[in-house]
Nanobody, 126 residues
């Protein structure tokens, strides 16, 4: 059974940084692209970043490009989201997700992910 467990969220002032982690278990982590999504109160879930299984390819939402960096450590079965220069509009629950099919590439399409974590809350104060 696949499990994804996020950690690292919290309260931070605008301009600050946080690093989110997502620990995966249940199937061969290095075979699957991973993604980060977020959902703010009263808003729909939106794509944040994704990384291919071998870290060669990454994609970012326009709103976070240049401030957020996605990375992974296949030896530790963990994907990370380094968030710098945080803004109040980054406040949301952040979710990691694992691509449904092995060897498929990085994608921003939420429907292409079939396993999701429980989320970690990020609050950025102004």
């Amino acid at each position: 059974q696949v499990q994804l467990v996020e950690s690292g969220g919290g309260l931070v002032q605008a301009g600050g940084s946080l690093r989110l982690s997502c620990a995966a278990s249940g199937r061969t982590f290095s075979w699957y692209a991973m993604g980060w999504f977020r959902q703010a109160p009263g808003k729909e879930r939106e794509f944040v970043a994704t990384i291919s299984r071998n870290s060669i390819s990454t994609l970012y939402a326009d709103s976070v490009r240049g401030r957020f960096t996605v990375s992974r450590d296949n030896a530790k079965n963990t994907v990370y989201l380094q968030m710098n220069s945080l803004k109040p509009e980054d406040t949301a629950d952040y979710f990691c997700a694992q691509r449904a099919r092995a060897r498929d590439g990085a994608t921003a399409e939420a429907s292409e992910y079939d396993y999701w974590g429980q989320g970690t809350q990020v609050t950025v104060s102004s």
